[in-house]
């Protein structure tokens, strides 16, 4: 049974940071390349950021590059989001997800408040 499951999230004011992270288990994460999402109410889920299975390649949307950051412990069979500079417009519910096969995390609520 594959379960991803998502920490961190919570309330910090405009300019603040948290740091995500995502436990994976019932695959082999080692192998899976991995995506956070986000979701604010009334809006398409969109892809903020995405990292290969050994960690060497990674993407960020325009929106979050410069202040996010992306990474995994595959010992830990874990990935992260390091979210920096954080602005009321991040706030969303934020999903880890695997590319393949497409399982998602139940999400973890992130509110930046101004």
């Known amino acids: 049974q594959v379960q991803l499951v998502e920490s961190g999230g919570g309330l910090v004011q405009a300019g603040g940071s948290l740091r995500l992270s995502c436990a994976a288990s019932?695959?082999?994460?080692?192998?899976?390349?991995m995506d956070w999402y986000r979701q604010a109410p009334g809006k398409q889920r969109e892809l903020v950021a995405r990292?290969?299975?050994?960690?060497?390649?990674?993407y960020y949307a325009e929106s979050v590059k410069g202040r996010f950051t992306i990474s995994r412990d595959n010992a830990k069979n874990t990935v992260y989001l390091q979210m920096n500079s954080l602005k009321v417009e991040d706030t969303a519910v934020y999903f880890c997800?695997?590319?393949?096969?497409?399982?998602w995390g139940q999400g973890t609520q992130v509110t930046v408040s101004s």
């Open positions: 997800k695997t590319v393949a096969y497409g399982y």
């Open positions: 019932g695959i082999i994460f080692s192998i899976n390349t």
């Open positions: 990292i290969t299975s050994s960690g060497s390649a990674v």
